[in-house]
Structure formats: structure tokens, C-alpha cells
């Protein structure tokens, strides 16, 4: 793997702007096809360009693994359409937003924050299939 510097929007914080799994990752509309191109590069992923809820922060909307991307219920129908149509997996969960924000995890298991209501989390368990622990 490439080692390389880079920014989002020039913020060294693309954690907050990109959501990466393995094998792929979501990058707003709002970047140029280069900046996306060259992470795609460093990273060796596909890389595709989104938005969630029509805002550009997707890295803290949305958490992903190889099984799929979870998105929160005020995606933009169009957004989700246009996920599905990529063959992309993805999970709407309802009552919370910032999926990205409180959700860690990878194909083996994950933290999720007691914010998130126990229906939720075994919709993540079942759609992810790893275990998630409730934890802060």
C-alpha cells in the first residue's frame, strides 16, 4: 500500500468526509474526480462519489464494512436509489444520524454507542453479521 498526505475540503480530518471499508469508499460529490482518483490509488479501493442527506460530511453519516454501508433514515431517496443501483449494500436505520459517529467496527465485530436503541443494534448485528457490543 501507498503511503500519502492528504486533505478533504483541506481538512486533515477525512474521517469526517469519507466513509472506507476494504474494498470501497464513499466520497461527497463535492471533491474533485482527481482527489477521489488518488485516494482510490492510495487506498486501493473502488472509490465512489456521494452525498448523504444532500450534505458532504458522509465519513460522519454513514458506517460501512464488507458487508455493506448503514446510512441514517434521512437519506435523500435518490442517494439510496443511486447505492442500490451501484450494487451497493445498504442499511437504513431509523431515530439517529450520525452513524458514523457512533459506530466502530470492521468483518470481525464492533462498539456501538448506547445511543443507538436496541432495535437498532440487532439491525446492525443482523445486516453487518458480527457481533457489536454496546459500549462508550
Sequence with gaps: MRIGKQAIHG?????????VT???????????QKEVKEFAEILGIEAIQTSIASCSLI?????????????????????LNNLRNLGIKVEV?????????????????????????EHSIKQLKKFFGIPLINAT
Aim: aromatic share 6%; net charge negative; glycine share 12%.
Design 93 to 117: 436505520i431509523e431515530q439517529v444520524s450520525a452513524l458514523g459517529n457512533l459506530i466502530a467496527l470492521n468483518d470481525q465485530g464492533g462498539v456501538v454507542s448506547p445511543l443507538l436503541s
Design 59 to 79: 465519513g460522519s453519516l454513514v458506517k460501512g464494512n464488507s458487508e455493506g454501508f448503514a446510512v441514517p433514515e434521512i437519506i435523500e431517496p435518490q442517494e
Design 11 to 19: 481538512s486533515a480530518f477525512i474521517g469526517v468526509f469519507a466513509s
Design 22 to 32: 476494504e474494498k470501497l469508499g464513499l466520497f461527497p460529490l463535492t471533491m474533485q
